[in-house]
């Protein structure tokens, strides 16, 4: 989080049951960004930089404390086809003054064709557009179920995320 210290933020996750990464429920915004993982290393959802989800929308609320100027908002996402994780279909971020009362920020679609790739990571950034907020919430909708002709065809999918970056100054 550029301009607020990362560490100290608390993060609510609504639903709670996410596989966490190594920073556990803090990873989000610990400064530790999602990677690739290289040659040798296994999968990239396990090394410990992403935290995921399966088979359900997800809700996360970052409380900054106090009043921030918001420059702009971005989070990465990857996308693992042998592992059943996909994109997730759109992501929401929305910001608020009280905690009660939030306003669409903007919503950016991400789900991409789900394809027989290699491991791949994308992060979506909001475009500048200065907002005055203390929380910012995130909604992440689903991909949805895997494509029937991948290994995990039919199941439900994972996405995982990590690192959301909020732009902002005092």
């Known amino acids: 989080i550029d301009g607020v210290e990362a560490a100290t933020q608390p993060v609510v996750y609504d639903p709670g049951n996410i596989r966490f990464g190594s920073g556990g429920e803090d990873s989000l915004t610990d400064g530790v960004t999602g ?3 290289g040659e040798g290393e296994g999968h990239s959802w396990m090394n410990g930089t992403w935290s995921g989800i399966e088979g359900t929308d997800l809700t996360i609320t970052v409380d900054l404390k106090n009043l921030k100027n918001i420059r702009s908002l971005s989070m990465g996402f990857l996308d693992e086809w042998p592992s059943g994780i996909r994109y997730p279909e759109y992501v929401k971020f929305s910001t608020s003054v009280n905690g009660r009362d939030f306003t669409e920020y903007a919503t950016l679609p991400l789900n ?6 290699p491991a791949r990571m994308k992060t979506v950034t909001t475009a500048e557009s200065p907002m005055e907020a203390r929380y910012i919430r995130v909604f992440i909708k689903n991909g949805g179920s895997m494509p029937l002709n991948s290994p995990a065809g039919g199941n439900p999918s994972w996405f995982f995320f990590d690192e959301l970056t909020i732009d902002a100054e005092n």
């Open 112 to 117: 991409e064709n789900c394809i027989d790739t």
């Open 35 to 37: 990677r690739i993982s």
